[in-house]
């Protein structure tokens, strides 16, 4: 099983960028499907985006198609997520997760392993 931390949050004002990134212990993170998910005070899980293990395949939420970006480096054990045109919406902690799955990506029950999170806050 992974261990994943992440980084790269902080505070922006809007129309800025940020990138994230998630550092998986293990010498089996390629053999992982990773995801970003966010959350906010009082509201659900919400579903970012995800990537296959080859990187081949990614998959968004529809409040961040266009502007989020997900990749990953298989060799650093790092998957990252591109953030631009950043709006005060987006305001929230941005946690990683790994699985094995390949369906249900936008589900948070889909996922056995989870950060801390990294948080992010949008100023208008």
């Known amino acids: 099983q992974v261990q994943l931390v992440e980084s790269g949050g902080g505070l922006v004002q809007a129309g800025g960028s940020l990138r994230l990134s998630c550092a998986a212990s293990g010498r089996t993170f390629s053999s992982y499907v990773m995801g970003w998910f966010r959350q906010v005070p009082g509201k659900e899980r919400e579903f970012v985006a995800a990537i296959s293990w080859s990187g081949g395949s990614t998959y968004y939420g529809d409040s961040v198609k266009g502007r989020f970006t997900i990749s990953r480096d298989n060799a650093k054990n790092t998957v990252y997520l591109q953030m631009n045109t950043l709006k005060p919406d987006d305001t929230a902690v941005y946690c990683c997760?790994?699985?094995?799955?390949?369906?249900?990506?936008?589900?948070?029950?889909?996922?056995?392993?989870w950060g801390q999170g990294t948080q992010v806050t949008v100023s208008s």
């Open positions: 997760a790994a699985t094995k799955r390949t369906a249900y990506l936008g589900l948070t029950k889909s996922y056995d392993t």
